[in-house]
């Protein structure tokens, strides 16, 4: 039984309610508003006999953008792996390949040292346009 489903960081909950009464299982001596399941639908008990009751169902899937966002990975996994592969295929390829990765590093590093200041051409106190 699940009560309360709601959505997240990620996740979107439709449909459904909020709360699934507990059924206990004495149908052979129903008393009027006892429910029960019968195959797939739930039933109340309304003193002379057994009523269906409407219900619904929840659905629970991702938002659009963790969806996006899980493309993107895949789409980047994918640029990775087929990177490597060809770099493994092909060796002559692997100094180009691991200056791509180091140049990536560099720039990683480098932008966490550098300020952007409101006037162009400074950064980290330094003036490029000063002759």
């Excluded at 059924?23 to 739930?42: E, H």
């Amino acid at each position: 039984m699940i009560n309360n489903l709601t959505g997240g960081a990620g996740l979107t909950v439709t449909g459904g309610g909020s709360v699934m009464p507990y059924i206990p299982q004495n149908t052979s001596n129903p008393l009027i508003g006892m429910m029960r399941i019968s195959n797939s639908s739930m039933e109340g008990f309304n003193g002379s006999s057994w009523q269906v009751l409407p219900s619904s169902f929840t659905t629970v899937s991702l938002d659009q953008e963790s969806q996006d966002l899980l493309r993107w990975a895949k789409e980047q996994r994918k640029i990775e792996q087929d990177r490597a592969d060809l770099v493994n295929k092909n060796p002559a390829l692997k100094k180009a390949y691991d200056a791509v990765i180091r140049a990536e590093e560099n720039f990683e590093l480098l932008s966490k040292f550098v300020e952007v200041q409101e006037e162009p051409g400074i950064v980290v106190g330094y003036n490029f346009n000063t002759p």
